[in-house]
């Protein structure tokens, strides 16, 4: 479409997740206009960031350091470990305030379809973590999709023989919702979780 470098830029922003063509050619062009200081800033921190963050070698999560600040933070209960499938995950449960303990970062879920199985995730990585005995119950929070779904009954089935009480979040209708537009599987879910009334 466009002519050499224009294009180029097109396509590497196209590359990214849920930048679309359109997406790509919109921020290729607002690129173009903006502050040449703007571009060198958004370029350094892009530079930046791939230098000097890495993985935690404890749970998986974006670091800067060795570790994490959730797992150097000592007031987090180490009793209780958060499975969950990316590094954004961690983020959305921190935002709730309600979970205290440890993470563990799986790296995506199983997805035959696109060849990934236990052995490409940090599953083995997590075995130890739970072999000491400090870890007395694994909250497995995937998410509620096929994938996660059989990436929580794998795990499931390995960490119960264990003798840890693996538990799930709980699923179902969302605040604001509709009955009526609740899909058969969220409906069922909603049931399936249902509480004494307070």
Same mark, same amino acid.
Request: proline content about 5%; glycine content about 8%; charged content about 30%.
């Given at each position: 479409?466009?002519?050499?470098?224009?294009?180029?830029?097109?396509?590497?922003?196209?590359?990214?997740?849920?930048?679309?063509?359109?997406?790509?050619?919109?921020?290729?062009?607002?690129?173009?206009?903006?502050?040449p200081t703007d571009v060198r800033r958004l370029a350094d921190v892009?530079?930046?960031?791939?230098?000097?963050?890495?993985?935690?070698?404890?749970?998986?999560?974006?670091?800067?350091?060795?570790?994490?600040?959730?797992?150097?933070?000592?007031?987090?209960?180490?009793?209780?470990?958060?499975?969950?499938?990316?590094?954004?995950?961690?983020?959305?449960?921190?935002?709730?305030?309600?979970?205290?303990?440890?993470?563990?970062?799986?790296?995506?879920?199983?997805?035959?379809?696109?060849?990934?199985?236990?052995?490409?995730?940090?599953?083995?990585? $997590?075995? &130890?973590?739970?072999?000491?005995? =400090?870890?007395?119950?694994?909250? +497995?929070?995937?998410?509620?999709? /096929? #994938?996660?779904?059989?990436?929580?009954?794998?795990?499931?089935?390995? $960490?119960? &023989?264990?003798?840890?009480?693996? =538990?799930?979040?709980?699923?179902? +209708?969302?605040?604001?919702?509709? /009955? #009526?537009?609740?899909?058969?599987?969220?409906?069922?879910?909603?049931?399936?979780?249902?509480?004494?009334?307070?």
């Amino acid at each position: 479409m466009y002519e050499g470098v224009v294009q180029d830029l097109i396509d590497e922003l196209g590359r990214l997740p849920g930048v679309g063509p359109k997406s790509a050619q919109r921020i290729a062009f607002h690129l173009l206009q903006a502050e040449p200081t703007d571009v060198r800033r958004l370029a350094d921190v892009l530079i930046e960031v791939k230098a000097r963050v890495k993985f935690c070698s404890t749970c998986f999560n974006v670091s800067e350091d060795e570790q994490c600040r959730i797992c150097r933070d000592e007031r987090r209960d180490p009793s209780v470990l958060c499975v969950v499938e990316e590094y954004k995950d961690v983020v959305a449960i921190e935002r709730t305030r309600e979970f205290r303990g440890r993470y563990h970062v799986l790296g995506g879920a199983i997805s035959p379809i696109d060849g990934i199985g236990p052995d490409q995730l940090h599953v083995k990585e $997590l075995m &130890p973590r739970l072999a000491d005995g =400090t870890v007395t119950e694994v909250i +497995l929070a995937t998410d509620p999709n /096929l #994938e996660g779904e059989a990436t929580a009954t794998y795990l499931t089935r390995l $960490l119960l &023989p264990m003798g840890l009480r693996v =538990t799930r979040l709980a699923s179902g +209708l969302p605040v604001g919702g509709d /009955l #009526e537009y609740a899909d058969e599987v969220t409906l069922g879910r909603a049931f399936a979780g249902r509480r004494a009334a307070q």
